[in-house]
């Protein structure tokens, strides 16, 4: 199985995620100059794994476990996340 490569950068000035994808690089190499400057917050990373509703789960994301509880997602952590759903992440208001 091939790892997806992917990457997100919140900007704090448009209140968005930037996207970034190893095999279709849509930045042409400069998502790493944009995410270094001042209106950019983390980087997070792309853990290779979906919830169950097919919702790719990043790093910071918060993540609603089958048994009630939330979570703010690590990258290294072992959890079923297959098996529970992304609730929201860092910059939004979802309660932990």
């Avoid at 994301?61 to 703010?72: A, E, I, N």
Wanted: aromatic share 14%; hydrophobic share 30%.
């Amino acid at each position: 199985m091939s790892r997806d490569i992917k990457f997100r950068g919140w900007d704090n000035l448009q209140k968005k995620y930037e996207y970034w994808d190893a095999r279709n690089d849509k930045y042409d190499g400069i998502f790493w100059s944009m995410v270094k400057r001042p209106e950019f917050d983390d980087v997070e990373q792309f853990i290779n794994r979906k919830d169950k509703n097919g919702i790719k789960i990043f790093e910071d994301d918060k993540w609603l476990s089958p048994g009630g509880k939330t979570f703010l997602v690590k990258l290294g952590e072992s959890r079923p996340y297959e098996s529970g759903e992304v609730v929201g992440n860092i910059h939004n208001e979802v309660e932990l």
